[in-house]
């Protein structure tokens, strides 16, 4: 697994390094997907976390609620929404209207039905939030692990084949612009929550 971070760690580092030297913007260079790995370092450091949270909870099963509430929102906010959501409505709508090869166009398919069984584990854990939460939680990281490993290792760089320097530097700029967007979007469903909780 260590590989795996180092291969995709240094896929990310190519990445910038590859950018042309001397550019004025800062931004402008960046591929689309290095906003995309960089997501994918911050994920993978969250599943370490859970991993080793199940490992100590082997013994008692005992659950802090506080912790599955952090990884209920860093997987709904950060992973789902902010970085699977810039995947969905970005790259892989522009790469779906692209002539793909058939092994592309096959990864493009697995990754997006990923998305489904992702969604499917969070309403299961909702549903089953006693026992089998653990599992839940073990089911994510299993699932995001095989997502980043496919995503870093074959798809992204092939990928960018398809786009030409103009397609890529709007994507990148529609990447920051969902983003900024984002802190907006969460915090006013937070407030809409908190008014559920009005005790009537
Ligand atoms: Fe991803």
């Given at each position: 697994m260590k590989t795996i971070c180092m291969v995709s760690g240094l896929a990310a580092i190519l990445v910038f390094i590859s950018l042309p030297l001397g550019?004025?913007?800062?931004?402008?260079?960046?591929?689309?997907?290095a906003p995309l790995m960089i997501e994918h370092r911050l994920i993978e450091r969250m599943i370490g976390v859970m991993e080793d949270y199940v490992a100590s909870t082997q013994a008692s099963k005992k659950i802090n609620p506080a912790f599955v509430d952090m990884v209920c929102d860093f997987f709904r906010t950060?992973?789902?929404?902010?970085h699977h959501g810039k995947e969905e409505d970005i790259l892989f709508a522009r790469l779906a209207k692209k002539n793909l090869s058939d092994d592309h166009r096959k990864m493009l398919n697995s990754l997006i039905d990923e998305r489904v069984q992702a969604r499917e584990i969070y309403v299961r854990g909702d549903e089953n939030a006693g026992s089998d939460i653990l599992n839940s939680i073990t089911a994510i990281t299993v699932l995001y692990r095989k997502h980043i490993e496919l995503e870093d290792k074959y798809f992204f760089i092939p990928c960018l084949?398809?786009?030409?320097k103009d397609e890529m530097d709007a994507m990148l700029s529609d990447m920051w612009e969902y983003d900024r967007n984002m802190i907006h979007v969460k915090y006013k469903e937070v407030v809409g929550q908190a008014r559920d909780l009005i005790i009537k």
């Open positions: 550019a004025k913007e800062v931004r402008g260079p960046m591929k689309p997907i950060y992973g789902d929404r902010t084949q398809y786009f030409t």
